[in-house]
């Protein structure tokens, strides 16, 4: 049974390298999964840091640019989202990002009144 079954939101969160959000939000509209919010990020997980240089002084990089990305799902299954983020974001290097799914109490849609899986 799918994890979206019986009226269940999930809130899919993401966090990519910035050059494969068009990816990404390909990927998202094939499966049927348009709808979503980007923020850009600053943040550090396996992804190494690195050393630079300017004006002379050296420094140091430990965060690195992502790109969040939020998809709330009612009617597909948020396994297919996830799916769909990690192919289009995956490039085999240390810094690809991670890929978390939340349960949703509850939804509103402000425009419209509707609530529960009928608002997403």
Known sequence: MSDTASG????????VRPDKLTDVKQALAEVGAPSLTVTDVSGRGSQPAKKGQW???EYTVDLHQKVKIECVVADIPAEDVVEAIADAGHTGEKGDGKV???PVESAYQ???GKTGPDAV
Do not use: Q, S
């Open 55 to 57: 004006r002379g002084e």
């Open 8 to 15: 269940e939101i999930k809130l899919v969160m993401a966090f």
């Open 110 to 112: 402000i425009r419209t």
């Open 100 to 102: 978390f799914v939340l």
